[in-house]
């Protein structure tokens, strides 16, 4: 039976991206059939006439995931906003069905799956008449665990704090939290003392900060993960899918 865990940001643009990308070639290039899984993406490239999932390209090439886009990421909006707006503007809601036919897809296929949500915890979906469904309900309904994707800088104790305070709320189980753009000096070290302190939830992993990121980005993704991750810790973090 497959096993897999939810990736889940304090907030945008924390670097949950380059974190799962990371994770995913880790397992990958240590022979673990694993695969990416991102229900829905907003702000996608525009490249000729098609639409394509920064994100999903990223990690499919840093951990050399040869699968369909469509499979790993069956809903992409063009427009950078929440994917519940970004599905009104388009006329293209999410249809929970389709998520959840890719899943057991990937499931199906793969031993081990790394699912990104969009945002932070309380991202919104689909909002329709019959009420909000957000990212904790999909990852309720995947039944899955998470680890928490955290800056390493100032303002990140509060926000970190608060995110595992409420996903904890939710009876959701968190397995680790990962400390992003990672620098080493007293300031993130404090950081991550005091969030280990408050949250009582361990730090799994410090990705260094990669400075150039357009430059080499690839090759420094998969640099820096090897040092900070290991195949069997992120294993560990992991929980069988039903």
């Not at 974190?19 to 229900?39: C, D, E, I, P, Q």
């Not at 249809?95 to 296929?109: F, S």
């Amino acid at each position: 039976m497959a096993k897999g865990v939810f990736i889940v940001g304090t907030d945008t643009d924390v670097g949950k991206t380059v974190v799962t990308a990371g994770l995913m070639h880790v397992l990958r290039s240590n022979g673990y059939k694993a695969t990416y899984f991102k229900a829905a993406l907003s702000g996608a490239l525009e490249i000729g006439n098609k639409l394509i999932p920064g994100d999903t390209k990223l990690v499919s090439e840093v951990s050399k995931l040869e699968e369909a886009y469509e499979n790993i990421t069956p809903y992409v909006y063009k427009t950078a906003v929440s994917p519940h707006l970004a599905a009104k503007l388009e006329n293209n809601p999410m249809d929970l069905d389709i998520v959840r036919k890719k899943y057991t897809y990937l499931k199906e296929k793969y031993d081990f799956i790394i699912a990104e949500g969009s945002g932070g915890i309380v991202c919104p979906l689909i909002d329709h008449e019959r009420g909000l469904y957000s990212l904790e309900n999909l990852i309720k309904d995947l039944n899955m665990s998470v680890i928490v994707v955290a800056r390493a800088g100032l303002g990140t104790i509060n926000h970190t704090v608060i995110t595992v305070k409420y996903i904890e709320n939710l009876g959701i189980k968190i397995k680790g939290i990962i400390v992003n753009n990672y620098k080493d000096n007293f300031l993130c070290d404090d950081n991550i003392e005091m969030i280990e302190k408050l949250t009582k939830v361990p730090i799994i992993g410090k990705l260094k900060s990669i400075e150039n990121l357009e430059e080499d980005m690839i090759e420094a993704i998969r640099r820096n993960a090897e040092e900070a991750f290991h195949p069997l810790k992120i294993i560990e973090c992991m929980e069988e899918l039903k």
